[in-house]
């Protein structure tokens, strides 16, 4: 070996060498052994730690890369697994989209729908016998699209003008010019 520090060649029987103390480092020129790609070698010591990124934090000045897809959530991916996955979540919530926007217009629609419903069923009962009455802006009872009664200070309301001769039909009111007349109709 080459450098200023040295190694003692004596090991106890039994010990394992990581379990020797370490008196000084190797100096980049020395040989170190270690198994790479299956084959025990002797390699500068320089060729095996210059470049090893430490476990406990580091900083890489050239690329790093790996070629397989991860097993586990703690794995390194490569930038062509996370594109993918960036692919594959792009187009779930761009379907998730639609299918919001879809929803909203047939709830629209629906709403639409309901409420053409109701004003045909609303408009169908209006002016038919146990229907529906319909009320003027100003809160008077319409029949047959005149306003005829309301309600005003709590007193009841005529809202129509009446006939001011008696109609000769019985029982129609009639404004006999101060007050309400109704008319017997007349004698055949």
Known sequence: MSGSNSF?????SGMPLSALPVQSQPAPADLVFGIFSGQGQFVPQSAIWTGA???TGDTLTGLLSCALAPTDSTH????????AQGGQVSGI??????QAQDAATQA???????????????????GVPNGLATLSQ????VLG??????VRNGHVLMAMDLPTTDPGI??????????????????A
């Open 8 to 12: 003692t060649a004596s090991t106890p």
């Open 108 to 126: 629209q629609t629906a709403s639409s729908r309901a409420a053409g419903a109701a004003s045909t069923v609303v408009a169908a009962q209006k």
């Open 93 to 98: 919530v761009s379907t998730l989209v639609t």
């Open 53 to 55: 990124v430490s476990k």
């Open 76 to 83: 390194l991916v490569n930038k062509a697994y996370v594109d």
């Open 145 to 150: 699209g005149l306003d005829c009664l309301g």
């Open 170 to 187: 019985s029982g129609v009111w009639w404004n006999n010019g101060g007050y309400l007349c109704i008319s017997q109709g007349t004698s």
């Open 138 to 141: 100003e809160g008077n009872l």
